[in-house]
C-alpha cells in the first residue's frame, strides 16, 4: 500500500508556515527584542532590589518611630507621615518600572526612543557618537 500523507497545513486559508520563515532579518528583529527585554528584566530587578531595600530601612525607622510615640497624637502623625512617605515611594517606583518596561518595547524597535536615565550602560556609547557625520 501507498503512504498518502496529508499536509496538517492545507485546510488552513492561507499557508501559515509562511509565518516560521526564519531568515537573517527575522532573527535580527527577535535578537534586538530578546536584549531589550533581558537588559528590562535586569533593570526592573535593580529597581526592585533597591526599593524593597529602601522601603525595609524606611518601614524600620517608622515601628521606631512608633515606639517613642508618647501621645495619641504623636501615633497618628507618625501613622499618616509613614502613609504618604509610602504611597508617594510604591508610586515613585511603579513609574520606574512602568518607563523600564516602555523602554524595552522602544529598544526593542526603535532603539533611539528610550529614555537616556533608564539605557543599560552597554549601550550609553552609541549616544556619544550620534551627532558626527561620519554618515
Request: net charge positive; charged share 20%.
Given at each position: 500500500m501507498a503512504n498518502?500523507?496529508?499536509d496538517p497545513f492545507a485546510s488552513f486559508p492561507f499557508d501559515v508556515r509562511m509565518l516560521?520563515?526564519?531568515?537573517?532579518?527575522?532573527?535580527?528583529?527577535?535578537?534586538?527584542?530578546?536584549?531589550?527585554?533581558?537588559d528590562a528584566a535586569g533593570e526592573i530587578q535593580t529597581e526592585a532590589v533597591g526599593f524593597l531595600n529602601s522601603r525595609f530601612a524606611k518601614d524600620s525607622a517608622a515601628i521606631a518611630r512608633l515606639g517613642q510615640c508618647q501621645?495619641?497624637?504623636?501615633?497618628?502623625?507618625?501613622?499618616?507621615e509613614y502613609a504618604q512617605n509610602a504611597l508617594?515611594?510604591?508610586?515613585?517606583?511603579s513609574q520606574k518600572i512602568a518607563t523600564c518596561l516602555g523602554n524595552a518595547a522602544k529598544r526593542s524597535v526603535f532603539p533611539s526612543l528610550a529614555v537616556p536615565e533608564f539605557e543599560p550602560q552597554r549601550t550609553s556609547h552609541r549616544r556619544a557618537g550620534?551627532?558626527?557625520?561620519?554618515?
Open positions: 498518502h500523507r496529508t516560521w520563515d526564519i531568515n537573517g532579518k527575522s532573527l535580527n528583529y527577535a535578537e534586538k527584542a530578546y536584549r531589550a527585554w533581558l501621645t495619641p497624637a504623636e501615633v497618628l502623625n507618625a501613622q499618616t508617594a515611594d510604591f508610586m515613585s517606583g550620534r551627532g558626527s557625520s561620519a554618515h
